[in-house]
């Protein structure tokens, strides 16, 4: 089992940025890709970005490809999302996943998800 713990989301202007944190304990961390989504209002959660295990791959919605960037730091168990250039549409609840495969970027290849933070982008 592995516990996932979002922290950062909040309000922010649009063209401003947020960084998102993703705490994890107990499983292999260390051994599974990890990825972000979000969903927003009457929407399906849609997928955002993904890294492998080691840090060396990742892969990015077209939608957010250039602004966001995500990382990962084994040691410390964690997983980030830097978000850029905020637009009204990224507003979400954006949820961490730790995964199964390389570079998934379906929900159906992910097993753990954490409750999720609120980003809000206002115009």
């Known amino acids: 089992q592995v516990q996932l713990v979002e922290s950062g989301g909040g309000l922010v202007q649009t063209g401003g940025s947020l960084s998102l944190s993703c705490a994890a304990s107990?499983?292999?961390?260390?051994?599974?890709?990890m990825g972000w989504f979000r969903q927003a209002p009457g929407k399906e959660r849609e997928f955002v970005a993904a890294i492998t295990w080691g840090g060396v791959g990742t892969r990015y919605a077209p939608s957010v490809q250039d602004r966001f960037t995500i990382a990962r730091d084994n040691a410390k168990n964690m997983v980030y999302l830097q978000m850029n250039i905020l637009k009204p549409e990224d507003t979400a609840i954006y949820y961490c996943a730790a995964g199964t495969g390389i570079l998934p970027d379906v929900k159906e290849r992910y097993n753990y998800w954490g409750q999720g933070t609120q980003v809000t982008v206002s115009s």
């Open positions: 107990g499983g292999t961390f260390s051994r599974l890709p």
